[in-house]
């Protein structure tokens, strides 16, 4: 019989051969949907690299500098400075650079998803039972799995780097915004529906509000996992500061391995602080009010 | 002429698997506790009417029912069976779209934890009904302005809700709902977060600024006292029932069922009952017609030691049995003269509360006139006492007796005399007998 035959042999299931196959599937039939994917996504990512490489390096420091004094003030703005002056000193700035353009495409495009489907979870048992699995698989499926595919269906090249940056770190930011949603008081929800309310007016105006620290607290970690992505990306020919730490590792070269690292962590450090700012801007923003105004008045005098 | 402005008609609420079954056992004649395995019943079948311009109290324990039951009023939570119509719309079949229109228009909402929105400021969550609504920016801050300082919180209106106290916070909940200038306000426990102290502050508010503007208040409470500080009318429930629907008097006077007179024995009842709910028909009363005979005579037969005179039901004053006896002794006929007109009266609506201090200082029981001054009823300190003692209402009458029946007594002679012969003959006999 075919079955103990089967089970003699092993009792092997093929599951990697079909997930290939269906992978040949997708580009055999879905190829069209693909190259276009691809198109939109090359697009995005020239302009953003466009926008970090073609101007001079100051220009970049100085804008970062201001972005970082109006998330948090006078002391990030100093920080920011000096780490991305050091990444220039090291010789790492158009590295970091493509790095930078390649997160912040991911980034973009996986909030893009994130916080629609943590909003359609949060207001539907179903689908959050059906995205909660569908998160897991992609937060624990180790990194590297996903260039495989990604290969296939998109060559080599930056775009393979941007699909496997998003489908790592897009699961924190679904599950944050539903999450967050969830969280809201249910009697100013409540408060919403009794004044008349439109369910879109409660979302707007309700929901997301309220939801904002967490769902900034969701954007935050999608930023941090990005950047930790698209170092690996560089294993399938993204660009940015994984090309130099693949090279050192491949030529046991410390010293440059430590410098592109080193590069890594400052504009992990930045972009965390920046977006820590602007999450927690929602709360404190009463307060900074009150120091505002409590400078005046010391002005005055 | 009284309109209704909300009804309810045998609302029901099942939470659970099979809700309609659980009804239609429920209809049957099954408790609470039957149904248990289709559902749990949060309401069964209530049915009211809130008429226009006054303050309807749902009270209950917690796990009553109320907090369900307003909830189905404005349709947060749609009933399982039975129907709720506002001002002739019927909020149950109403479509997603007609429901709003019905809250903008006719229904608002203050909630138990204020429900303010953290993120703007005190004018802003005021006005917000009127955003809703979409009224213009500048019109709606300018109204919401106004309710803001009728609650007293003008110079709190660019704060933001945290920085602001619990009973200031619900102040703004409640100018939310007033700017929203819907005719049915609904109060689901709304001041029952609050200390005490500001409790009462709020609930003095509240009926002052009802007073103002009239609206129709549908109050949810636990709390008894304020139920019945507040209510013109209270429900109260019991396991998802309304066991007893009544004015505030009603309830406390003539409780429905032990369960309802179990609760009302805490409260403070003198807050409550007023001088027309405790009086006695004024039975110690002589018209001033007829005359100091006339008033012995009452005086004897009630062995009382004073009574009342009145003129065309009006109270004229008191005549004590000293006072006929000096005009007897006098040979004067005329009530009037002996009539003190010093005495203490009290209003129908009058709070027992303020009555006590009065009952004290006076001798004679106290008179209960309306506003033109007809004396409607008494109220003796043994009725008041009685009343505050929750005592049974059916309690009847002691005569009040400040002097020794025997005065009455001695006189009683003169009295016959002064009856066999013709009234004026033996005032004239009397007079010169003493000189």
Redesign the interface.
Known sequence: MDLMQWIEDGARIPLGTWVKEFISFLQDYLGGLFDFIALVFTAIYDGATWLFTEPPGWVIIVVLALIAFLAKGWKLAVGTVLGLVLIMTVAQWENAMLTLALTIVSVLIATAIAIPVGIWAARSRTVSNVVRPVLDFLQTMPAFVYLLPAIFLFSVGPVPGIVATIMFAVAPGVRLTELGIRGV?P??V??G??????PG?ILR??QL??AMPSIMAGVNQVIMLSLSMSVIASMVGAPGLGRPIVQALQSVNIPLGFEAGISVVVIAMILDRITGGFGGR?RTR?DSKKVAKTSVDVGAD | MTETALEARHLFKVFGRNPKQAVQRLKAGESRTDVHDAGTAAVIDASFTVNKGEIFVIMGLSGSGKSTIIRML?G?LAPTDGEVTIQGRNVTTASPAD??????SSV??V?????????RTVIDNAA??LE??GVGKAERLERAREIIGKVGLTEWADA?P??LSGGMRQRVGLA?ALT?GTDIL?MDEAFSALDPLIRREMQEQLVELQQELGRTIIFITHDLNEAMFLGDRIAVMRDGRIVQNGTPEEILTDPANDYVAQFVQDVDRTRVLTARAVMEPPHLTTPISAGVRGALRVLREQQTSAVFAVENNRLVGVVTDRGVIRAVKAGQTDVRQIVDSNVLTVGPDDLLTDIVERAVETPVPLAVVDERNRLIGVIPRVTLLAALGNVAPTTREMPIIQTPIEMVAQFTPLVDAAAEAPATPVATDVEGGDR
């Open positions: 008081d009697e100013v409540e408060a529906h009794a004044f008349g309310a439109t007016r105006q309700i509000p309220l929602g009463k | 404005n947060l429901l709003r229109d019905i809250r903008r608002s909402m909630f138990q934890h204020f429900a303010l929105l953290p993120h917000y009904a809703i609504q933001f945290d920085e939310r929203a609904l």
